[in-house]
Nanobody, 129 residues
């Protein structure tokens, strides 16, 4: 069974940090680019970050660049999103997605569940002011 399971969300004060994890199973993790997306209440889903499976190339949206860091541990089939200097506007449900492509271009072009090979159930991040 294919699974993407996000964890690490929670409540944190502005300026704090959280590390999200996206644990994959049921597919060859090394062959997939992994993206993080988020959706805040009443807002459209947006892409946050992505990491390719080749050369570990990364992508960040302008809203998180310099504050978030994406990384992957292929040995443990996990992608991490380290979130520092969190702001109230980072409050959202965070999802990870996987696509069987080497680079992030296709991953970041779609924010819908159907636009990806696999999609997780999400983890809530709440940043208080």
């Amino acid at each position: 069974e294919v699974q993407l399971v996000e964890s690490g969300g929670g409540l944190v004060q502005a300026g704090g940090s959280l590390r999200l994890s996206c644990a994959a199973s049921g597919f060859t993790f090394d062959d997939f680019a992994i993206g993080w997306f988020r959706q805040a209440p009443g807002k459209e889903r947006e892409v946050v970050s992505c990491i390719s499976f080749s050369y570990g190339r990364t992508f960040y949206s302008d809203s998180v660049k310099g504050r978030f860091t994406i990384s992957r541990d292929n040995a443990n089939n996990t992608v991490y999103l380290q979130m520092d200097s969190l702001k109230p506007e980072d409050t959202a449900v965070y999802y990870c997605a996987a696509d069987s492509v080497p680079h992030c271009l296709r991953v970041v072009l779609s924010t819908t569940r159907g636009g990806h090979d696999y999609w997780g159930q999400g983890t809530q991040v709440t940043v208080s002011s």
